[in-house]
C-alpha cells in the first residue's frame, strides 16, 4: 500500500506586502540564484586569478540579458498572438511570463559581448565558467514555479502527485505530476557534476566541455519532462512535439557538438 495518495498543493506565492510592493517566492528564489551565483564564479576567478572587476561587469551582464532574453522569449514563442495586438504588455513583466529558452539566448548573446569588451577571451572560457551557476540558478527558477503553482504535469495515478488548486488548468483538484520538482531535481545533478568536473578534473581546460554538458544535461532533461506537462498555450494542442520540445533540441545539438569537439581537441592550456 502506497503512504501517499496525493499530495495538496495550496500555497500563497506572496510572502508578504508592503502597500503596492510584494515580496513573491519566484522573484526570493530569483534573487538567491544570483546571489549564489555570484560566489560561485568569485570562487573560480579567485582560483584562476582573472582580474576581480570583471566579475562586477559579468554579473550585470547576465542579470539584465536573462530577464530581457527570458521574458522576449515568452512574448515571441508562446504569446506572440496576443502581445502584437497589446505591445504596452510585453515588458509587463510583474504580470508573469519568462521562457527558460529566450533567457539562454540571451545570456549567449550578452557573454558574446561580454568577451568581446571585457575579458578579450573566447566566448567559451566564460561559457564554461557560467553554466555551473547557472545550472543552480534553473533549480531556484523551477522552485519558483512549484511556489506560483505553474508550468504543472498531466494528471497522474502516481502516488506522489499534487493537486495543485491554485493552477490555472481545467480540474485543478485532480492530482498531477509535480515536473518543476522533476526538472528541479535534474537540473541539481547537472549542477553537481559540473561542479565536480570543474574542481575536480581538467574539464575547465577542454574548451567548451562543460558547456557542452550543461546544453546536454539541462535541455536533454526539459525535453523528456515536457511528455509529462500540461501545454503552457491552446496552439500547442495537437502538437507532436510541444514548442519547449522544438526549442529544446538545437540546444542538445550544439551540446553534442560542443562536447564532442572538446573531446577530441583535448585540454588547452592557452586560453
Known amino acids: 500500500m502506497f503512504i501517499l495518495n496525493y499530495i495538496t498543493w495550496n500555497p ?8 503596492p510592493l510584494s515580496v513573491r517566492y519566484y522573484g526570493l528564489f530569483f534573487a538567491i540564484a544570483f546571489l549564489i551565483g555570484y560566489y560561485i564564479m568569485e570562487r573560480m576567478f579567485k582560483r584562476e586569478q582573472v582580474p576581480e572587476q570583471w566579475l562586477d561587469k559579468l554579473f550585470i551582464y547576465v542579470v539584465v540579458a536573462t530577464v530581457i532574453g527570458a521574458r ?40 558574446w559581448l561580454y568577451s568581446k569588451k571585457v575579458t578579450k577571451k573566447p566566448m567559451l572560457w566564460v561559457l564554461d565558467r557560467l ?16 511556489m506560483n503553482s505553474e508550468i504543472v504535469g498531466r494528471v497522474t495515478d502516481v502516488p506522489w502527485g499534487f493537486r495543485f488548486l491554485r493552477a490555472a488548468v481545467d480540474n ?18 547537472v549542477f ?62 550544439a551540446g553534442l557538438y560542443y562536447v564532442n569537439k572538446a573531446i577530441k581537441r583535448g585540454p588547452v592550456t592557452k586560453q
Not at 485543478?172 to 545533478?189: C, D, F, G, K, N
Open 12 to 19: 500563497d506565492p506572496e510572502i508578504f506586502s508592503l502597500g
Open 72 to 111: 522576449l522569449g515568452h512574448v515571441i514563442f508562446y504569446g506572440w498572438d496576443y502581445y502584437s495586438q497589446h505591445p504596452g504588455e510585453i515588458f509587463a513583466i510583474w504580470h508573469g511570463g519568462l521562457a527558460s529558452h529566450g533567457g539562454a539566448i540571451g545570456i549567449l548573446i550578452a557573454i
Open 131 to 146: 553554466v555551473v551557476p547557472v545550472a543552480l540558478a534553473a533549480v531556484f527558477i523551477r522552485l519558483g514555479n512549484l
Open 172 to 189: 485543478p483538484e485532480m492530482p498531477r505530476h509535480p515536473t518543476q520538482i522533476y526538472e528541479a531535481l535534474s537540473y541539481l545533478v
Open 192 to 253: 553537481i557534476y559540473l561542479l565536480f568536473l570543474y574542481w575536480r578534473t581538467n574539464a575547465r581546460l577542454r574548451q567548451g566541455l562543460l558547456f557542452g554538458i550543461f546544453l546536454l544535461g539541462i535541455f536533454t532533461a526539459r525535453f523528456i519532462i515536457e511528455f509529462m506537462k500540461e501545454n503552457q498555450e491552446a496552439f500547442e494542442e495537437g502538437m507532436l512535439l510541444n514548442m519547449g520540445q522544438i526549442l529544446s533540441i538545437p540546444f542538445i545539438i
